[in-house]
Protein backbone atom coordinates (compact mmCIF):
# COMPACT_ATOMS: atom_id res chain seq x y z
CA UNK A 1 0.00 0.00 0.00
CA UNK A 2 1.41 2.99 -0.84
CA UNK A 3 1.78 6.28 1.66
CA UNK A 4 2.55 9.57 0.65
CA UNK A 5 3.82 10.15 3.98
CA UNK A 6 6.55 7.84 3.30
CA UNK A 7 9.81 7.99 1.52
CA UNK A 8 12.12 5.36 1.44
CA UNK A 9 15.20 6.39 -0.72
CA UNK A 10 17.74 3.61 -1.57
CA UNK A 11 21.33 5.63 -1.94
CA UNK A 12 23.76 7.22 0.53
CA UNK A 13 22.37 9.23 3.69
CA UNK A 14 25.26 11.43 3.04
CA UNK A 15 22.95 12.75 0.46
CA UNK A 16 19.76 13.44 2.73
CA UNK A 17 20.38 17.51 2.36
CA UNK A 18 19.62 16.96 -1.49
CA UNK A 19 16.70 14.55 -1.54
CA UNK A 20 14.52 17.53 1.03
CA UNK A 21 14.42 20.70 1.81
CA UNK A 22 15.25 22.19 5.26
CA UNK A 23 12.84 21.91 7.92
CA UNK A 24 10.55 19.45 5.96
CA UNK A 25 10.92 16.43 7.46
CA UNK A 26 9.25 14.72 10.65
CA UNK A 27 11.33 11.83 11.46
CA UNK A 28 14.62 10.30 10.75
CA UNK A 29 15.16 6.83 11.10
CA UNK A 30 18.45 5.21 11.00
CA UNK A 31 20.51 1.88 11.65
CA UNK A 32 23.78 2.38 10.49
CA UNK A 33 26.77 1.38 12.02
CA UNK A 34 27.59 5.21 13.35
CA UNK A 35 30.31 2.87 15.48
CA UNK A 36 32.16 2.28 12.65
CA UNK A 37 32.31 5.91 10.84
CA UNK A 38 34.66 8.04 11.34
CA UNK A 39 34.19 11.02 12.93
CA UNK A 40 34.46 13.60 9.76
CA UNK A 41 31.69 11.36 8.32
CA UNK A 42 29.37 11.26 11.13
CA UNK A 43 29.79 14.79 11.84
CA UNK A 44 28.68 15.59 7.87
CA UNK A 45 25.62 13.20 8.58
CA UNK A 46 24.32 15.14 11.57
CA UNK A 47 24.71 18.20 10.15
CA UNK A 48 22.36 16.63 7.36
CA UNK A 49 19.97 15.09 8.71
CA UNK A 50 19.46 18.69 11.16
CA UNK A 51 19.13 20.61 8.01
CA UNK A 52 16.70 18.58 6.91
CA UNK A 53 14.55 17.67 10.50
CA UNK A 54 11.69 19.98 11.21
CA UNK A 55 11.99 21.83 14.52
CA UNK A 56 11.20 19.75 16.97
CA UNK A 57 11.59 16.45 14.33
CA UNK A 58 13.61 13.41 15.72
CA UNK A 59 16.58 11.77 14.42
CA UNK A 60 15.89 8.18 15.58
CA UNK A 61 19.23 5.60 15.52
CA UNK A 62 19.78 1.94 16.74
CA UNK A 63 22.02 0.12 15.86
CA UNK A 64 22.93 -3.96 16.61
CA UNK A 65 26.46 -4.76 18.08
Do not use: W
Amino acid sequence: VEDNRLSILERSALEISSDFADDSVDVVVSCLPLALFKESMKEELMTNVHQVLKPGGLFIQYQYS
